[in-house]
């Protein structure tokens, strides 16, 4: 079992700035790979930002840019600094784990998930 809790959304004004961070625990969590992803309430979770096992990161078409994922391992956390927000980013952000499908975008794929943290951004 990996526990995922998030942090660190809030309410911001357009072109403002959020840190959201993930602290993983668990059983063998160090063989798990992560991402955030996103999901407006009534509609499918889709994928914001992955890392895999290398470092390497997938980013969203829309957050390319503006968005940074990275993995604290000494920390056990994964932070996702958001810059430049937009009203467009408003929605839940959540940590997920999975241990076999290493850099995928597919929720599908992923076996664990924190609760979520809420981002909102006005205009």
């Known amino acids: 079992q990996v526990l995922l809790v998030e942090s660190g959304g809030g309410s911001v004004q357009a072109g403002g700035s959020l840190r959201l961070s993930c602290a993983v625990s668990?059983?063998?969590?160090?063989?798990?790979?992560m991402g955030w992803f996103r999901r407006v309430p009534g509609k499918v979770r889709t994928g914001v930002a992955i890392?895999?096992?290398?470092?390497?990161?997938t980013y969203a078409g829309s957050v390319k840019g503006r968005f940074t994922i990275s993995q604290d391992k000494d920390k056990n956390t994964l932070p996702l600094q958001m810059t430049s927000l937009l009203p467009a980013d408003t929605d839940m952000y959540y940590c997920?784990?999975?241990?076999?499908?290493?850099?995928?975008?597919?929720?599908?794929?992923?076996?664990?998930w924190g609760q979520g943290t809420q981002v909102t951004v006005s205009s």
């Open positions: 890392i895999d096992s290398n470092g390497t990161t």
């Open positions: 997920a784990a999975t241990r076999y499908w290493c850099g995928s975008v597919d929720p599908g794929r992923y076996s664990y």
């Open positions: 668990g059983y063998n969590y160090r063989s798990y790979c």
